[in-house]
């Protein structure tokens, strides 16, 4: 009778699950093309972005919401192969957790993976935010500022939805029965926090200096993927918990991003334009002398 009251409700998560999967897929592709404006955005910055900031945080969440209502059938591509991983790892997460412990748990990797984890706490990923908000207040850095400010709605909008997502699915942790992994047994493992927090953080910065610096659109993603990792190897999560949470934190990252990212600051830090002088490549500014018909050129650096 236990064997198959635990049957029935593993049964009954399945059409849940797939509606949480398939409502977090949306986000992680639903603004990969912005939709074009009807106007051209002018190229001013808007500095009322913090007195939107709660404001933005409800249009976030009726956005993230009511993604199921705006599937497309062309979705279909990106949305199966997503669902059947899920699905497939929810189906193997007892046997992937369990092989962590065929030899007994490592103590060490229990620590490594707990100080990498440390990386998605809210403390730090919070604080990654206010870092960037708080410098470019100081160094009147616009970019800065607005990547603070975004960094800290995606990880707003995300910690209420993983809570929300967390008390609805109720999924036992890997420790607990053997890594049975059991849905709707009082646990909070699905989906992984840490993973969505630093993954929606990183994807912000991403997606701020990732089109100049390459290399910063690397480093953030390398860490969001290695906290989502740990999460695992901690014995924290299942590897599916781990990868909706990290699908959450990416696509809300990028919703976050592509609604509320000013415009403006492309054309005046050069994302758009080669024109701004740097230490490599100066300005050139053509001279001109009427009277004494002298010609001539200015070349200006950036130092």
């Known amino acids: 009778m236990n064997f198959s009251h635990k049957t029935a409700r593993v049964t009954f998560c399945w059409p849940l699950c797939f509606v949480f999967i398939i ?57 199966a192969p997503f669902v059947l991983a899920t699905g497939a790892l929810i189906v193997t997460d007892r046997r992937t957790s369990g092989a962590l412990v065929t030899h007994g748990d490592n103590l060490s990797r229990l620590r490594i993976s707990k100080d990498i984890s440390y990386l998605g706490s ?9 870092l960037f908000y ?9 970019r800065a500022k607005e990547t603070g400010l ?33 849905f ?51 014995r924290k999560h299942f590897l599916s918990d781990v990868l909706v949470g990290s699908a959450m934190g990416y696509g809300i990252g990028r919703y976050v991003y592509h609604q509320h990212h000013d415009p403006a600051l492309d054309l005046l830090n050069g994302k758009k334009t080669s024109r701004v002088p740097s230490k490599l490549f100066p300005r050139i500014n053509p001279l001109y002398g009427p009277r004494s018909h002298a010609y001539g050129a200015m070349l200006a650096w950036n130092f």
């Open 23 to 79: 409502i977090l897929s949306l986000q992680v592709f639903s603004q990969t093309t912005p939709a074009a404006p009807a106007a051209q955005p002018k190229p001013t910055p808007r500095p009322t972005v913090e007195k939107n900031f709660f404001a933005n945080i409800l249009k976030d969440q009726k956005g993230i919401w009511t993604a199921p209502f705006h599937v497309h059938q062309s979705d279909a591509r990106w949305v």
């Open 122 to 130: 809210a403390s730090v990923t919070g604080g990654t935010a206010a």
């Open 134 to 142: 708080f410098a470019g207040r100081l160094k009147h850095d616009e």
């Open 150 to 182: 975004l960094a800290a709605e995606a990880l707003l909008d995300s910690s209420i939805v993983v809570e929300a997502l967390k008390v609805a699915s109720q999924r036992q942790r890997p420790p607990v029965d053997h890594s049975s992994g059991d």
């Open 184 to 234: 709707f047994d009082g646990g909070s493992s699905f989906p992984s926090g840490h993973a969505i927090s630093a993954w929606s953080v990183a994807t912000v910065v991403a997606e701020e200096y990732g089109p100049r610096h390459p290399a910063v659109r690397y480093g953030a993603y390398a860490l969001a993927t290695a906290v989502g990792i740990s999460r695992y190897t901690g």
